[in-house]
């Protein structure tokens, strides 16, 4: 089993050592720097990881270059900020290995208070029940830790490079038929301030993301479907 980690990365250089360290033995972490100003691609190059440069801004950029950049069998996706445990991937890649799920996502759960800030929790609420309401997913959080099938995640031609991506993801799973399913992950104080979730205003940006991608239409795939060089849909 060959297991990639894609990390998107900025400006995380004070988190970095303790995440690649953390990363399971014989899995290979995939940095994705996405314009740092801290040297935190050199740092994860002397620490062994994967670098790859996206100069697009946009998580979404981040970990979809990471996504066409890996090529093991099982791509995990997990923050690189400190707030969570790469050593608890094997925990999520088990389901989709043995074949009893396609997609596992980890489910946040706060190990103190200020770990998870309340504002950015509401937004995930109301995100994961219009969730419900668009997919029948009874999700309770849509994290950033996952994993799945590479060919599978090129498959389901993942067009959103912002904030949506996270959701495009599951949307469009939900949509192929695939099987996801979720699991307690511990969640950890962040190193540094979140780019995304820091500010309401940030939080703001999120939602507005997400919501736009729940808002499109549902794409029914025949068996037919075919992956392109550039990892999107092919009809």
């Known amino acids: 089993m060959t297991v990639d980690v894609v990390l998107p990365c900025l400006d995380e250089a004070e988190a970095l050592p303790w995440v690649l360290a953390r990363v399971p033995a014989g899995w290979r ?5 996405n314009g740092s100003t801290d040297g935190s691609p050199d740092l994860a190059a002397e620490l ?15 970990s979809h270059a990471g996504l066409l950049a ?12 400190a707030s969570l445990d790469p050593g608890l991937l094997p925990g999520l890649v088990a389901p989709v290995a043995d074949g ?5 996502l980890g489910r946040r759960r706060p190990t103190r208070r ?18 419900r309401r668009r997919t029948g997913l009874r999700l309770r959080d849509l994290g950033p830790m996952r994993a799945a099938r590479r060919e599978g995640l090129l498959g389901l031609g993942l067009t959103d490079r912002r904030s949506g991506y996270p959701l495009q993801m599951v949307v469009r799973a939900a949509d192929a038929g695939w099987r996801v399913r ?12 979140s780019k995304v979730t820091g500010t309401w205003k940030g939080t703001w940006q999120a939602v507005h993301d997400m ?22 849909f092919r009809p």
Do not use: M
Request: hydrophobic share 45%; aromatic share 6%.
């Open 29 to 33: 972490a995939i940095v994705v720097d």
């Open 211 to 232: 919501r736009t991608v729940l808002d499109e239409p549902a794409i029914v795939r025949g068996p037919e479907a075919a992956v392109s060089p550039e990892g999107g």
């Open 100 to 104: 009893s799920a396609d997609l596992v």
């Open 114 to 131: 200020g770990a998870w800030p309340v504002h950015a929790r509401a937004g995930n609420l109301a995100l994961a029940r219009l969730l």
């Open 48 to 62: 062994g990881a994967t670098v790859v440069h996206e100069p697009r801004r946009g998580f979404g950029a981040a």
């Open 182 to 193: 979720e699991t307690d992950v511990p969640y950890l104080p962040r190193a540094g301030r």
């Open 70 to 81: 890996a090529d093991a069998e099982f791509v995990c996706f997990c923050d690189c900020d």
